[in-house]
């Protein structure tokens, strides 16, 4: 059966990249603006409607897919979480049993880590990558299309087991049963599908889930080499190395590690494949056995926590000084040590594998790299509140995001350099100790900052502005929901609860219920969020001033604003130097 979906998928790929190809002319004879604001009529033969959105090679509007995806993505791995946190807040397994809980979480980690961050980042680099380098698209604007294009076929083959579910009882509804759609069911194997049990675990859908990672990281893999040879070849004149963005920087970076490890995650699911169905032996006992699967995959899956993080830093490093009008401190400190994470990240990943009886010399070494990490990263956290020192800070819903990410950052990160080191890892691996500190970096930092961005471009990706007291209520329901989730589990994690378990003995109940009242907070500051987005563009007041910020006071309205001011003098009619 889902050999028939892949089929048709395929074909639909070939369509799509049949007429990208047949658009001719290419990224050249494109308009080079776009973006909600394109007018109609003036651009140069741009499709308008759907068939704008399904052909665009324009790059803000791929940018503007890419979120949107992103978006769609986390919402639904944010669901996850909430029917993760309500089945929770009592200790005996209620809710959902226990089979449902486990595809939970797997869902709940691949949907956030593949289909929320790295799209949205990547979205983030397409829309605003050129215009702060001064290019007038990505390098390979055809490529960028097809890149997104994967996306959403790989979301479906990801969740195939819940939509195939959904689409089967539809069916059965009418009268038609379709036995396979319900052969396959939601894998329940942990983000980190660990040997032998991905190999041995029976259900279909496996197979049909590491198909959907795999595009997911061809997709990722040409969008990361796009954005290089974008900032490598396509910088305008006035654009050198030593002044190209902070966040540029950052996303330089993000595509390098992407570069480096992806392609090892694609072999690792290639071989895990085979040893699902072709009788190979990678990762079985009898071949290379459970270790060297977990070694591959932590050789990607570190770099990776730095590939879903670095841009989150650079969104800071970029916004920060913006909102609180002082010039960024430290910025040539703040690329070296982007890259010097960007280096480290990949010698440090045996430190999730400090459990498994590895030499003790090795765990030595890689717990010496885990720590050097360390500092890097709060080279950053100085520099930021350097920045801060002597500034005016308004305290508006992107200023207190990236205030609260900080803030999260620093809990998140000194709980990391504690696990880094071995003897202290050997008690916490495995315990929720290790979920409350991914989480508050993942979650203190990463949507924190999305948050932050959404808010601050707004204005220059929909022409209005947003409720600016709502977005404050929802920055403040975040960043207090993200302590309140979080922290509890530090606490009920370093008293030995495991994480991945539907239950829990009843003296963990009240911190467990703190936990998911945390997690409600900022569930219902998302809803908030939604809500005013989508309101926002129908009854957002219009900006008349491209400079909302105040930028031009400090000499910091960078290039992207420069080019809404532009669009906006074009808007009205006024005589403009440019395009
Ligand atoms: C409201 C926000 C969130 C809540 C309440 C939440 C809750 C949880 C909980 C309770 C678990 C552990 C489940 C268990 O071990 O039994 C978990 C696992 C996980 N979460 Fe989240 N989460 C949230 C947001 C995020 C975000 C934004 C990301 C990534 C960007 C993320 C990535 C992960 C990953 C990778 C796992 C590990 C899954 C596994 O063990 O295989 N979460 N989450
Ligand atoms: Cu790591």
Known sequence: MWLYLLGLLGAAFVL??????????????????????????SSYGKAFGLSRWLTTVDHKDIGLLYIALGVVAGLWGGVDAMMIRTELATPPTDVWD?????????????????????????????????????????????????????????????????????????????????????????PGIGWTLYTPMSIEALNPQIDVFLLGLHLSGIATTIGAINIIVTIFTERGEEVGWENLDILSWALLTMSGLILFSFPVLGSVLVMLLMDRNFGTTFFL??????????HLF???????????????FGLISFMLPRLVGRRLFGFKFLVYSTLAIGVLSFGVWAHHMFATGMDPRIRGS???????????SAVKVFNWIATLWYSRIRLSAPAIFLLGGIAVFI?????????ASVP??????????????????????????????????????????????????????TVVGGFVAFVPMLVVGAD????????????????????????????????????????????????????????????????????????????????????
């Not at 009898?286 to 977990?294: D, K, R, W």
């Not at 990160?413 to 696990?419: N, R, W």
């Open 411 to 419: 809990v998140g990160g000194v709980t990391g350099v504690f696990l």
């Open 98 to 186: 226990t089979r449902t809980y486990n595809e939970l979480f797997t869902t709940h980690g691949i949907t956030m880590l593949f289909l929320f961050v790295t799209p949205v980042f990547t979205g983030i680099a397409n829309y605003f990558i050129p215009l702060l380098v001064d290019a007038d698209d990505m390098a390979f604007p055809r490529i960028n299309a097809i890149a997104f294009w994967l996306l959403p076929p790989s979301l479906v083959f990801i969740r195939a087991g819940l939509v195939t579910e959904v689409l089967a009882k539809v069916l059965e509804a009418f009268g038609v049963v379709v036995e396979a759609l319900f052969a396959l069911e939601p």
């Open 298 to 312: 932590w050789f990607f899956g570190h770099p990776e926590v730095y590939v879903i993080v670095l841009p989150a």
């Open 285 to 294: 006992a009898e071949g290379g056995g459970a270790l060297l699967y977990q």
């Open 16 to 41: 799509i990249a049949a007429g990208l190809a047949l658009r001719g002319g290419g990224g050249s004879r494109i308009a080079a603006d776009g973006g909600l604001l394109a007018d109609r009529g």
């Open 496 to 579: 030995g609860l495991p994480r991945r378990y539907a239950q829990y003995p009843p003296e963990y109940a009240l911190l467990n219920q703190v936990s998911t009242l945390g997690a409600y907070l900022i569930g219902a500051g998302v809803v908030l969020w939604v809500y005013n987005v989508f309101q926002s563009l129908r009854v957002g007041p219009e900006v008349e001033d491209a400079d909302v910020w105040n930028l031009k006071e400090t000499g910091q309205f960078s290039r992207e604003w420069q080019w809404f001011e532009r669009r906006l003098e074009q808007r009205r009619g006024e005589p403009s130097d440019d395009d």
């Open 366 to 376: 890689f717990m010496a790299v885990s720590i050097a990490i360390a500092v890097p």
């Open 424 to 477: 202290v890892d050997m008690v916490f691996h495995g315990t929720y100790y290790v979920v409350g500190h991914f989480h508050l970096i993942l979650m203190g930092i990463i949507p924190f900052t999305m948050f932050a961005a959404s808010y601050y471009w707004y204005p220059l990706l929909t022409g209005r502005m947003y409720d600016p007291r709502l977005a404050r209520i929802q920055a403040v329901l």
